[in-house]
């Protein structure tokens, strides 16, 4: 079974429109870490955002948003007023004792965002 | 500026040829990763090293190798035992294989085979 489920594979919207990646992950450890990654063209992956379990405030940075919800075990990224520079894709990964703090990653979803 | 530098972005491997991929952090970093995206397709982990002279295998290492002899830097071998090579390969880096900590990455390496 997938430890890190990213089931959008691909989203297309139009600029200024808001989105949501869905990230849902699957963990018995207590102490665990979520992390959001984007991957523009040009290949480099960028971290986003890191989280731990303990804390499951949502996280406000600019346009982006995200929402962790340890009931549903997700973790999803919402980017508000899209624009163009945001096509990307993005990965959620998790970090988890049981699998020796390697990250183990989502497939990703390929974000389009349509001028 | 500190980051991580790959080398070559680009290479064409011939079958049957060893060819090596470069990477050095200026970060300080005690913890070096190469993972391998094919296309479409989320990372997945080669060989990390926790500290100089030491590495250990990760989930597909099987026809790479590996050398840790700096801190600053990590090289990836493929060798013509890995019998589909043709992917993108990343090198990253983080403070140390501890919980939690993040990770981060060069900008990648294209490797062909010809």
């Known amino acids: 079974a997938q430890k890190v489920t990213q089931a959008q594979t691909e989203i297309s919207v139009v600029e200024k429109e808001d989105v949501t990646l869905d990230c849902v992950y699957e963990t018995r450890d207590t102490t665990y870490y979520l992390f959001w990654y984007k991957q523009p063209p040009s290949g480099e992956l960028v971290f986003l955002i890191r989280?731990?379990?303990?804390d499951e405030q949502n996280e406000i940075s600019g346009r982006y948003s995200w929402n962790f919800q340890k009931s549903t075990s997700s973790f999803n990224f919402t980017i508000t007023a899209s624009q163009v520079v945001d096509s990307a894709v993005y990965f959620c990964a998790l970090s988890e004792a049981d699998s020796n703090y390697q990250l183990i990653w989502g497939a990703g979803t390929k974000l389009i965002i349509k001028p | 500026d500190g980051g991580i530098t790959q080398s070559p972005k680009y290479l064409f491997r011939k079958e049957g040829q060893n060819v090596t991929l470069s990477c050095e952090q200026n970060l300080n970093h005690d913890a070096m990763y190469w993972y391998r995206q094919d296309p479409g397709q989320g990372l997945r982990l080669i060989y990390y090293?926790?500290?100089?002279?030491?590495?250990q295998k990760g989930d597909i290492a099987e026809g790479y190798s590996v050398s840790r002899e700096k801190k600053e830097s990590f090289p990836l071998t493929v060798t013509s035992a890995q019998k589909n090579p043709t992917a993108f390969y990343l090198c990253?880096?983080?403070?140390?294989?501890?919980?939690?900590?993040?990770?981060?990455f060069g900008e990648g390496s294209w490797l062909t085979v010809v």
């Open positions: 989280r731990n379990s303990f």
């Open positions: 090293s926790q500290i100089v002279n030491d590495f």
């Open positions: 990253a880096s983080s403070i140390d294989v501890g919980p939690g900590n993040t990770i981060y």
